[in-house]
T-cell receptor, first 112, second 107 residues
Framework: DGGITQSPKYLFRKEGQNVTLSCEQN?????MYWYRQDPGQGLRLIYY???????QKGDIAEGYSVSREKKESFPLTVTSAQKNPTAFYLC???????????FGDGTRLSIL | GIQVEQSPPDLILQEGANSTLRCNFS?????LQWFHQNPWGQLINLFY?????KQNGRLSATTVATERYSLLYISSSQTTDSGVYFC?????????WGAGTKLIIKP
């Protein structure tokens, strides 16, 4: 089945540790996105990528990094510089930017 | 930047009732999408509706771009409709999200 797969579903991070969240899509979409959602709030854009080997910062990119080496993969690294990383992280993709976005099931990140 | 406001913030209804959710936005946008987030966090794209009216089963949406608002109608509510409904508007390749309407449907 075509879709977006995020892993792991739950992730725990120690202080000072970098962690990487996986996002894979088999929809042949060019554009991919990472969002952060805090309890009771809407989503905020961290990074997006319109095409392979290209990505742009969103509203809250500080403390995060991404790569887009393959069309189907857009991993997100939460670095130790992100002081409040506890949140629900959602990955999305669309055929192109300005097209409907479709979401994975998310990763819940917590601090130990 | 653009502001997206959704109302009401919370809505509790009995099964079978109808409801209207509203989304106001403060500037011109390229498009608007409605999403449903279920209690497990899964986000489902309901409508991609920059203008006009669309219907999908018991759900329909209308966007009046010139007046900068969109409405989501849910008819004959079911308990599975519970969750948070978000509207998001696109400007400069980015989706800007409202804070959502939390809908609870009681059996």
């Amino acid at each position: 089945d075509g879709g977006i797969t995020q892993s792991p579903k739950y992730l725990f991070r120690k202080e000072g540790q970098n962690v990487t969240l996986s996002c894979e899509q088999n929809l042949n979409h060019d554009a991919m996105y990472w969002y952060r959602q805090d309890p009771g709030q809407g989503l905020r854009l961290i990074y997006y990528s319109q095409i392979v080997n290209d990505f742009q910062k969103g509203d809250i990119a500080e403390g995060y990094s991404v790569s887009r080496e393959k069309k189907e993969s857009f991993p997100l690294t939460v670095t130790s510089a992100q002081k409040n990383p506890t949140a629900f992280y959602l990955c999305a993709s669309s055929k192109q930017v300005n097209q409907p976005q479709h979401f994975g099931d998310g990763t819940r990140l917590s601090i130990l | 930047g653009i502001q997206v406001e959704q109302s009401p913030p919370d809505l509790i209804l009995q099964e079978g009732a109808n409801s209207t959710l509203r989304c106001n936005f403060s500037d011109s946008v390229n498009n608007l999408q409605w999403f449903h987030q279920n209690p497990w966090g899964q986000l489902i794209n309901l409508f991609y509706i920059p203008s006009g009216t669309k219907q999908n089963g018991r759900l329909s949406a209308t966007t009046v771009a010139t007046e900068r608002y969109s409405l989501l109608y849910i008819s004959s509510s079911q308990t599975t409709d519970s969750g948070v409904y978000f509207c998001a508007v696109e400007q400069n390749y980015q989706l800007i999200w409202g804070a959502g309407t939390k809908l609870i449907i009681k059996p």
